[in-house]
């Protein structure tokens, strides 16, 4: 029985060390990917009065590449298309410097037609005052206080090399969007490129794969309109895809929280109705985190809304304009919808003054969006769990049997012995 119980518990942990590895990060990559700051740098003279970040990263794969072009220089974007390897970024630098929105039309562009092309936007930090302790925008009554990102004055680019990924930072301090506070709090949005798939290692732990990039918002020490105040944002997807059509939002539900604990919800913005023609798509957990160390106890709720169309009817400069022109300006051939995204829990009467501090995470990406599913490990360790008393059972039965067994033989013995002396 012992020889047994030690058995048991090797194949135990034999399948918890399996599990592990194969639930761990791949750590071949698919792609390779590379980063080139384009503006500054000699190619982009730029005004000493002013940043202008523009980022140029690939992601080159067996069949194609993916191209991520970030910029600062008007509404903070991320244009991402797919392509083939032969396709090359073309910028007009004297465009694309030009304030002058009618100048700057069509001034990025690409040798080949890409295959597939959308943009998205970060345009807005929305401030309203929560009075109800709804933390729900739309049952508020009061005016939200809009800071415009277009016109915000960003901080020279940081450009980071990982082992699987490149990060791209862009940060921008409050009084730059916000004249009328201290540049004491700060706005900060970073994009992960992988080249390789899994779950990232910081909650709320999405999944991403080499077609696809991570982005984190963080509202840090912002000063707001009032003590019962929450933050937002506003995000713009732009596609050359399904022109005219509608995009939508759908929520999927997982019984697994192995990855996000608390979480059981994931929520795709897809830029088509049907899911399998869809070419572009956001992905988020339904989490934001108050503290820099993202944990349980710093965890925070997000909320999404309607999805609403959306045309540009003043003139602002940004890739999408840069790339689309006036089909953007105009919706000719471009297809945008916005949605907006707040931050915060409700009844437990605390707001963002309470704890100054917000992180939001998302993904973006072609094709279709991931899904949770039930890891090799807690397979196992469900099945672990109802085998072990099953073979326990089993084995304790088996015991008793065969102690009942000999213990029948010796008193047979016995028996017919004493039969013989008699």
């Known amino acids: 029985m012992k020889v047994f119980l030690k058995s048991l518990i090797r194949l135990i942990l034999l399948v918890v060390l399996a599990s592990s590895k194969i639930n761990a990060t791949s750590e071949s990559c698919g792609r390779k990917v590379d980063t080139i700051v384009l503006c500054p740098s000699t190619s982009c003279p730029v005004n000493v009065n002013k940043t202008v970040n523009l980022v140029h990263t690939t992601a080159v794969g067996s069949h194609d590449t993916i191209h991520y072009v970030h910029s600062t220089w008007g509404i903070p974007s991320v244009l991402v298309a797919r392509t083939s390897h032969n396709a090359e970024l073309s910028v007009n630098y004297t465009a694309f410097l030009n304030e002058s929105v009618a100048m700057n039309k069509k001034c990025i562009s690409f040798s080949e ?40 004055t960003w901080k020279q680019v940081v450009n980071k090399s990982h082992s699987n990924y490149d990060e791209v930072v862009f940060s921008v301090t409050q009084d730059s969007f916000s004249p009328r506070v201290q540049p004491n709090g700060s706005l900060s949005i970073s994009f992960k490129t992988f080249c390789n798939e899994g779950y990232f290692n910081e909650l709320p732990n999405l999944q991403y794969n080499n077609n696809m990039s991570l982005v984190d918002v963080i509202l840090d020490n912002i000063t707001t ?6 933050l937002g944002v506003t995000l713009i997807l732009a596609t050359n895809q399904n022109i005219g059509g509608n995009m939508s939002m759908e929520v999927r539900r997982s019984i697994d929280d192995e990855y996000s604990p608390g979480s059981f919800e994931l929520i795709n913005w897809l830029s088509s109705t049907n899911e399998s023609v869809s070419d572009a798509f956001l992905q988020w957990k339904p989490a934001s985190y108050n503290s820099p160390i993202r944990s349980i106890q710093s965890i925070s709720s997000s909320r999404y809304y309607d999805l609403r169309s ?42 963002y003054r309470d704890s100054p501090y917000t992180a939001w995470s998302f993904s973006l990406g072609f094709g279709q969006p991931p899904t949770d599913h039930i890891s090799f490990m807690i397979i196992m360790i469900i099945l672990v769990g109802l085998g072990i008393p099953i073979v326990l059972i089993i084995a304790g039965t088996v015991y008793t049997c065969v102690k009942k067994y000999r213990h029948r033989e010796g008193y047979e013995e016995i028996t017919s012995s004493y039969s013989e002396i008699n």
Do not use: E, W
């Open 225 to 230: 309109s009032g003590n019962r105040s929450r």
């Open 113 to 152: 037609q890409p295959y597939s092309v959308f943009v998205l936007m970060i345009s807005q930090v929305i401030d309203y005052v929560d009075l109800n302790d709804t933390a729900n925008m739309q049952q508020v009554n009061y005016t939200r206080t809009v800071y415009d990102l277009s016109k915000a």
């Open 310 to 351: 959306f045309n540009f009817t003043d003139a602002k400069r940004g890739l999408v304009v840069d790339y689309f022109g006036d089909d953007a300006q105009f919706g000719h051939h471009v297809n945008m919808f916005t949605n907006d995204v707040s931050f915060g829990l409700s009844g437990l009467k605390k707001f």
